[in-house]
């Protein structure tokens, strides 16, 4: 079945950089089609707590420096422990502020109102800059905004279709996607926005759906991706107990950004001497502070103790780390609330230029699934939403402005739907006990002997699509994380505790003839300004 012929462009994901996109597009004139494998709502975005970084003028917020696009991207830099690219750095944080104005006329409301803005400061950032919406349910109003926007333009719609293949015509160039089941979606361009891979692990902060659909597809279409050995853990999970598995409920750092203090079982601060920043220093140094006080106290979790704050600001201010804690019959006014680090965020992915080009003409990727160099080897805090409505919007002038130079694709080329699938449950547990916070050679070969205990499927359901993306997303990741010989950001290598200079540089993953995850033969591409 064919459901679109004539489409100019065909965007893969409903979040925030897939639907800025989409409406960007769509007001540029071009033919649009959005695809989800689930529904609008159902991704990331909806469940992002902390909010936007953005330096904004007359926004309110104690800070005891003034704030600039300069300082926002000095913090940026300094997270992504030198494998940032800084002109991308400075080309999406000077962007913010217009795509906060264009988000706002959208019909998106952040706190505070008309005038000032409410800001908030979390980890790593050294001023009171992240702006939030609902307290923490900054990513829902976002997700609210967009989707309504979007259904008030129009834009075709097809949700509960999952998408196995970009397609190719039989000149080589891009000509749609196929659909589960057959279907077939015809178009001149392709925007990969799927968001990341958190169920790659057994313990996630992630919807459900992050399951790595869009690295597997650029991967098998060919495109370069690079810096996929750094999963960003948050550090504030809430702990659900031993056998909890799957998305657990996150707890944002603006907790923390409010006086929260982390605490080991016995009552001791965690972060006390660690870094400069304390509870707030970049997400890497914190997840990797409380993995070692958790083996150090013999625990499964630490404490972060809010309590200071009272019934009636936790209430107002964090309503949905309160309704997660009450559902487990935790009051976080009056006892801390027990937190572990889980997988959060791919700071990898799809190689793209500023303007969300892929090393494959005609297939563009924004959002979490794309590596741009904004993040380097650490996300800072709350620049991924700002990421996604930058690049969403850039990518879209970007596919405008190519298609009246890109022929008109042919007729696609079938392509074949048995892939090789591992057992989830194996991948996970492996990967958890593996490439978490602290891998070495030999952990990093037994969970790519998981990774490698495929047999060949058929995709016949959603979960089959899944579960052969995870096979290769974890292949991938295996594949860049063992050539990485140091320590750097979210890759803690205990084998190679130091950091190298001659690791300054993004290791690019492509696939070989046998379609293996492998290093590219220049090994290294992008790098640290």
């Known amino acids: 079945m064919t459901w679109d012929v004539t489409a100019d462009l065909v965007v893969v994901g409903t979040g925030v950089a897939g639907l800025t996109a989409a409406l960007r597009a769509t007001e540029l004139g071009l033919r649009v089609v959005a695809v989800t494998k689930t529904t609008i709502e159902d991704g990331n975005t909806r469940r ?22 300069e300082a926002h991207v000095a913090d940026t830099v300094a997270a992504g422990a030198g494998l940032c690219d800084e002109n991308a750095v400075w080309a999406i944080v000077a962007a913010g502020p217009a795509a906060v104005t264009t988000l706002r006329a959208r019909g998106a409301g952040f706190d505070g109102g008309a005038g000032e803005l409410h800001r908030t400061r979390e980890g790593g950032h050294r001023a009171f800059r992240v702006i939030h919406a609902g307290g923490d349910a900054t990513g829902a109003e976002i997700e609210r905004a967009l989707a309504g926007a979007a259904r008030g333009a129009g834009l075709p719609l097809l949700e509960g279709q999952p998408v196995t293949d970009v397609l190719f015509d039989d000149a080589g160039r891009v000509a749609g996607l196929a659909l589960l089941g057959g279907g077939v979606l015809r178009a001149r361009a392709v925007l990969l926005a799927t968001g990341g891979l958190g ?4 313990v996630s902060t992630n919807a459900e759906v992050a399951t790595g659909d869009g690295l597997a597809l650029a991967l098998r279409a060919g495109a370069v991706t690079a810096d996929l050995e750094f999963v960003q853990f948050h550090p504030t999970a809430l702990y659900a107990g031993h056998a909890s598995r799957g998305r657990q409920p996150l707890v944002t750092e603006a907790l923390r950004g409010e006086g929260a203090v982390l605490l080991d079982i016995t009552g001791a601060p965690v972060m006390t001497g660690v870094h400069p920043l304390g509870g707030l220093a970049p997400r890497d140094v914190v997840a990797a502070a409380i993995t070692r006080r958790m083996a150090a106290t013999a625990a499964e979790h630490v404490l972060l103790d809010a309590m200071h704050l009272g019934d009636a600001l936790l209430r107002r201010r964090f309503p949905t780390v309160y309704a997660a804690c009450m559902a487990l019959g935790l009051d976080p006014a009056c006892a801390p609330i027990p937190v572990a680090p889980a997988a959060h965020y791919q700071c990898g992915g799809v190689v793209t230029d500023l303007s969300g080009r892929t090393t494959v003409p005609g297939l563009y990727a ?16 709350s620049n991924s939403l700002l990421e996604g409505l930058v690049m969403g919007a850039r990518t879209a002038e970007a596919v405008a402005a190519d298609l009246m130079s890109l022929p008109r694709p042919g007729p696609p080329l079938p392509c074949c739907l048995v892939r090789p699938i591992a057992d989830r449950d194996a991948v996970q547990q492996a990967m958890s006990a593996h490439v978490g916070i602290g891998r070495d050679a030999a952990g990093l070969t037994t969970a790519l002997a998981a990774a490698g205990a495929t047999s060949p499927r058929p995709l016949r359901t959603a979960r089959d699509a899944e579960d052969a993306a995870l096979t290769l997303a974890a292949a991938a990741v295996l594949a860049a994380a063992t050539a990485r ?10 084998d190679h505790p130091r950091t190298a200079a001659r690791w300054r540089r993004s290791i690019a993953i492509v696939l070989d003839d046998a379609g293996v995850p492998v290093p590219a033969a220049s090994a290294l591409v992008g790098g640290a300004a």
């Open 366 to 381: 924004a959002g979490e699934v794309a590596r741009t160099g904004l993040h380097g080897a650490n996300r800072l805090a």
């Open 199 to 202: 169920h790659l692990y057994a």
């Open 48 to 69: 992002a707590q902390g909010g936007v970084a953005v330096v904004l003028p007359g926004a309110s917020g104690i800070t005891d420096i003034s704030d600039s696009v």
């Open 485 to 494: 010989t140091e320590s750097r950001g979210c890759h803690l290598r205990t």
